[in-house]
């Protein structure tokens, strides 16, 4: 069975801090990882794509991906109280294009 | 980021009733999926439908659950007799021609109640 691990949280930080969510993986050959925002009630809202080790930016927002360790980052810089959610973590599962495999996610609180 | 519209957005209905879920995606798109999740559980993967016929199905999709595109348009997924534990907001789900693969864009989202 195939996992994608996320600390449920919550992850509490003051308003202007960095949050740091973190997410490993059990299929040695995933290729490609996603970070997704999800509000409470509301669908996942794509936030990230990585598909090579290292980190990529993009604006407030930097993923780290560490295939050799199986381990997924997300980075959120100057955190805001709308960055409040749930950040789900997902990995594309075996097999066919665009079957995902979603960690549980953590739950960042951001108070002011 | 894509609309992708999916009606009803609340469903409320008696166990063993058939249920239809409806997503409105834009035409160009090259894969459609649906997904759910139940309250508090992770996102989990139903189905993917590509060129008008199933391309994968988990082991939740059993033979109570079917999908079709009947207008070319409207991507439904029906579930035949539902049970108390089909309860779960479901989500249909798109990747947007001519971008990288694997870029899945969600719906609004079904929320459905089995009473």
């Known amino acids: 069975q195939k996992e994608v691990e996320q600390n449920s949280g919550p992850l509490s930080v003051p308003e202007g801090a960095i949050a740091s969510l973190n997410c490993t993986y059990s299929d040695r050959v995933s290729q490609s990882f996603f970070w997704y925002r999800q509000y409470s009630g509301k669908s996942p809202e794509l936030i990230m794509s990585i598909y090579s080790n290292g980190d990529k930016e993009d604006g407030r927002f930097t993923a780290q991906l560490n295939k050799a360790s199986q381990y997924v980052s997300l980075l959120i810089r100057d955190s805001q109280p709308s960055d409040s959610a749930t950040y789900l973590c997902a990995v594309n599962g075996p097999g066919g294009y665009n079957k995902l495999i979603f960690g549980a996610g953590t739950r960042l609180a951001v108070h002011p | 980021e894509p609309e992708v519209t999916q009606t009803p957005s609340h469903q409320v209905t008696q166990m063993g009733q058939e249920v239809i879920l409806r997503c409105v995606p834009i035409?160009?798109?090259?894969?459609f999926y649906w997904y759910r999740q139940i309250l508090g559980q992770k996102v989990e993967f139903l189905v993917s439908f590509y060129n008008n016929e199933i391309s994968e199905k988990s082991e939740i999709f059993d033979d109570q659950f079917s999908v079709e595109r009947p207008d070319g348009s409207n991507f439904t997924l029906k579930i035949r007799s539902t049970k108390l534990e089909d309860s779960a907001m479901y989500f249909c789900?798109?990747?947007?021609?001519?971008?990288?693969?694997?870029?899945?864009?969600f719906g609004s989202g079904t929320q459905l109640s089995v009473l």
């Open positions: 789900a798109i990747t947007i021609a001519g971008t990288a693969n694997e870029k899945l864009f």
């Open positions: 035409s160009n798109h090259l894969y």
